[in-house]
């Protein structure tokens, strides 16, 4: 933290000539030789079918990413591998997702963004396809599959939240990304069940990873011909301005230096690190649970039948569509009255959901009735957050650089939340296999005292949300005027900002 007696001046500036850099406000109209891609009106119609595919999309993603998760105690017996490895399978995905995603940003801003998501999605539907053909003598094809498939996801999920973002504004903007981003949890919860039904009708939890692709290769087709290519910050600019490239450091700069930014960013890396590896264990936790207490016989043979499963993937997706709901509609009655709402809703969310998920964890020696109904909770709690935080990153910066705040979003949430969570989690539950003898009961416990890292992990994310209610007024009212061309004025008095 530094303080500065002034605040830094933006990259982006009014400009009365063309020749303006990108994200940079030229008041003119545009030339009368501008591109039809430029000068479109795109109808009402036509952006909410956009906003359905994209919906549609996402869905799938969060499918293929849980899908793994509910048939892991399969994989396990299969390829004979220890809980770290086992979470290896996750980190090595996210690992590629947030890695690339910057790269991703960089091209969505600056590139036809509808034909890197097609890009994309054609890499993911391959990699995923051919993951579930590994052989067991070759679990590294399936850890280096499950690596390419972050590629599609990094490409899409970095742009696709930009392209909702200019076809809409104000609350219709809101109310889309919600949608949006309530196929979070829902197809997460899907995976899970769609993981383990197809495993046990198939006997073998490999034709789990072959519907995605399908489905998959539907979302394509839809891509290619329903969704439109809006230009950037149309929705937002009213005034006639044109937005036009920086070079890729200024825009790093100017994301590093807006607060608010900077701290839900910290906060979305805190909430990825628990939903990530709750998420992935949860399953597998409470299939243990039940085993320590004679409640289920344990599996020797895949495929097992994970009957958590189908229970975690059904409370996922119902928490999952309660909690963005009220989350949206919390937002919308308070944001006009209470300018700093959307990061307090955060705040209480995480700091709400982290003693839930604690009891869940205590209580699963004991009672699995209770443990689910605590679990659920926490869900709904943390689902309010959801569509919120999208909608905070989308007025806090300026549209040019949507993408690129995105990406690098993606990539530290990743890099300090999930990306090594369930890998951690794995890697501490294995180190306490040697205090105690091999047993069913210490099974379970190894892996639940590993798990209770998370609700801490949540507290700190909620601190980290009310930070940024500190910031959110003003960085939200600089990135309005900077889109409508107008300069914000510096404040008078010294202001404090976030440097690395």
Same mark, same amino acid.
């Given at each position: 933290?530094?303080?500065?007696?002034?605040?830094?001046?933006?990259?982006?500036?009014?400009?009365?000539?063309?020749?303006?850099?990108?994200?940079?406000?030229?008041?003119? =109209?545009?030339?009368?030789?501008?591109?039809?891609? =430029?000068?479109?009106?795109?109808?009402?119609?036509?952006?909410?079918?956009?906003?359905?595919?994209?919906?549609?999309?996402?869905? @799938?993603?969060?499918?293929?990413?849980?899908?793994?998760?509910?048939?892991?105690?399969?994989? =396990?017996?299969?390829?004979?591998?220890?809980?770290?490895?086992?979470?290896?399978?996750?980190?090595?995905?996210?690992?590629?997702?947030?890695?690339?995603?910057?790269?991703?940003?960089?091209?969505?801003?600056?590139?036809?963004?509808?034909?890197?998501?097609?890009?994309?999605?054609?890499?993911?539907?391959?990699?995923?396809?051919?993951?579930?053909?590994?052989?067991?003598?070759?679990?590294?094809?399936?850890?280096?599959?499950?690596?390419?498939?972050?590629?599609?996801?990094?490409?899409?999920?970095?742009?696709?939240?930009?392209?909702? /973002?200019?076809?809409?504004?104000?609350?219709?903007?809101?109310?889309?990304?919600?949608?949006?981003?309530?196929?979070?949890?829902?197809?997460?919860?899907?995976?899970?069940?769609?993981?383990?039904?197809?495993?046990?009708?198939?006997?073998?939890?490999?034709?789990?990873?072959?519907?995605?692709?399908? @489905?998959?290769?539907?979302?394509?087709?839809?891509?290619?011909?329903?969704?439109?290519?809006?230009?950037?910050?149309?929705?937002?600019?009213?005034?006639?301005?044109?937005?036009?490239?920086?070079?890729?450091?200024?825009?790093?700069?100017?994301?590093?230096?807006?607060?608010?930014?900077?701290?839900?960013?910290?906060?979305?890396?805190?909430?990825?690190?628990?939903?990530?590896?709750?998420?992935?264990?949860?399953?597998?936790?409470?299939?243990?649970?039940?085993?320590?207490? /004679?409640?289920?016989?344990?599996?020797?043979?895949?495929?097992?039948?994970?009957?958590?499963?189908?229970?975690?993937?059904?409370?996922? %997706?119902?928490?999952?569509?309660?909690?963005?709901?009220?989350?949206?509609?919390?937002?919308?009655?308070?944001?006009?009255? %209470?300018?700093?709402?959307?990061?307090?809703?955060?705040?209480?969310?995480?700091?709400?959901?982290?003693?839930?998920?604690?009891?869940?964890?205590?209580?699963?020696?004991?009672?699995?009735?209770?443990?689910?109904?605590?679990?659920?909770?926490?869900?709904?709690?943390?689902?309010?957050?959801?569509?919120?935080?999208?909608?905070? @990153?989308?007025?806090?910066?300026?549209?040019?650089?949507?993408?690129?705040?995105?990406?690098?979003?993606?990539?530290?949430?990743?890099?300090?939340?999930?990306?090594?969570?369930?890998?951690?989690?794995?890697?501490?539950?294995?180190?306490?296999?040697?205090?105690?003898?091999?047993?069913?009961?210490?099974?379970?416990?190894?892996?639940?005292?590993?798990?209770?890292?998370?609700?801490?992990?949540?507290?700190?994310?909620?601190?980290?949300?009310?930070?940024?209610?500190?910031?959110?007024?003003?960085?939200?009212?600089?990135?309005?005027?900077?889109?409508?061309?107008?300069?914000?004025?510096?404040?008078?008095?010294?202001?404090?900002?976030?440097?690395?």
């Amino acid at each position: 933290m530094t303080s500065n007696q002034h605040r830094p001046k933006t990259p982006l500036s009014l400009r009365s000539n063309t020749t303006v850099g990108y994200g940079s406000m030229n008041s003119e =109209q545009p030339d009368s030789d501008a591109s039809p891609m =430029q000068t479109t009106v795109i109808s009402q119609k036509r952006s909410y079918i956009a906003v359905g595919v994209l919906c549609y999309i996402n869905l @799938l993603n969060y499918m293929d990413r849980y899908t793994i998760a509910g048939v892991l105690l399969s994989i =396990q017996n299969y390829f004979g591998i220890s809980d770290s490895t086992s979470g290896l399978l996750q980190t090595v995905f996210i690992c590629s997702f947030m890695f690339l995603a910057p790269v991703f940003g960089y091209l969505g801003d600056r590139y036809d963004r509808k034909l890197i998501m097609i890009a994309g999605l054609i890499v993911w539907i391959v990699t995923t396809l051919g993951s579930s053909f590994v052989q067991k003598t070759h679990f590294w094809v399936l850890v280096l599959t499950r690596a390419l498939v972050g590629t599609g996801e990094a490409s899409y999920s970095t742009i696709a939240p930009t392209i909702i /973002g200019d076809l809409f504004t104000g609350t219709k903007r809101t109310l889309m990304i919600s949608f949006f981003y309530i196929f979070i949890p829902v197809g997460s919860g899907l995976g899970y069940i769609l993981g383990a039904t197809i495993a046990n009708a198939t006997g073998d939890w490999r034709w789990a990873l072959r519907v995605n692709p399908v @489905l998959g290769g539907l979302g394509l087709l839809l891509l290619v011909f329903l969704i439109p290519n809006p230009p950037r910050g149309a929705s937002d600019n009213q005034s006639g301005a044109t937005m036009e490239s920086t070079s890729y450091t200024e825009d790093v700069k100017y994301l590093l230096k807006n607060r608010s930014f900077v701290w839900s960013s910290l906060g979305v890396t805190a909430m990825a690190f628990v939903t990530g590896a709750l998420a992935f264990w949860t399953p597998t936790f409470l299939s243990r649970a039940q085993v320590m207490q /004679g409640l289920s016989p344990p599996c020797k043979e895949e495929p097992c039948k994970p009957l958590d499963s189908y229970i975690f993937g059904a409370i996922t %997706v119902v928490t999952g569509i309660v909690g963005v709901f009220l989350g949206t509609c919390i937002s919308k009655k308070l944001r006009d009255r %209470v300018p700093n709402a959307d990061p307090l809703i955060c705040a209480v969310g995480m700091l709400s959901s982290s003693p839930c998920f604690f009891i869940a964890i205590i209580l699963a020696g004991t009672s699995i009735p209770a443990t689910y109904t605590f679990i659920a909770i926490g869900e709904t709690l943390l689902s309010l957050n959801w569509a919120i935080l999208a909608d905070i @990153l989308l007025y806090v910066v300026v549209p040019t650089r949507r993408a690129t705040a995105e990406a690098l979003q993606i990539m530290v949430c990743h890099l300090l939340g999930d990306a090594g969570s369930p890998y951690l989690i794995g890697v501490i539950s294995d180190a306490l296999n040697k205090y105690s003898p091999k047993s069913y009961s210490w099974d379970f416990r190894r892996l639940e005292y590993s798990i209770l890292l998370c609700p801490f992990i949540g507290v700190l994310g909620g601190l980290f949300f009310l930070i940024t209610s500190l910031y959110i007024k003003e960085d939200r009212k600089a990135a309005e005027l900077l889109a409508s061309g107008q300069a914000p004025e510096p404040p008078e008095t010294s202001t404090v900002s976030v440097t690395f």
